[in-house]
């Protein structure tokens, strides 16, 4: 499932909260999941459990998570 492939893919959270700072617009901050999210092939409780179990440092996750 394109999906699940996507969501093992994005794994680099670090530095999320500085990708997404209105100074770096230039940067992508996006997981590129908003497709899969809209058509109902994956749940917000999957991704946000994804971002959870992550190595990324807590401030990361916690941006990731807010927006």
């Known amino acids: 499932m394109e999906a699940s492939r996507r969501l093992k893919e994005f794994r680099d ?5 500085m990708r ?5 617009l230039d940067l992508d901050g996006t997981s590129q999941l908003s497709p899969y ?3 109902g092939h994956m749940g917000p409780h999957t991704i946000a459990l994804a971002v ?3 190595g990324a440092p807590l401030q990361d996750r916690a941006a ?4």
């Open 52 to 54: 959870q179990d992550a």
């Open 64 to 67: 990731f998570l807010r927006n």
């Open 20 to 24: 997404r700072a209105e100074t770096n």
């Open 13 to 17: 959270l670090d530095s999320v909260a």
């Open 37 to 39: 999210l809209h058509f």
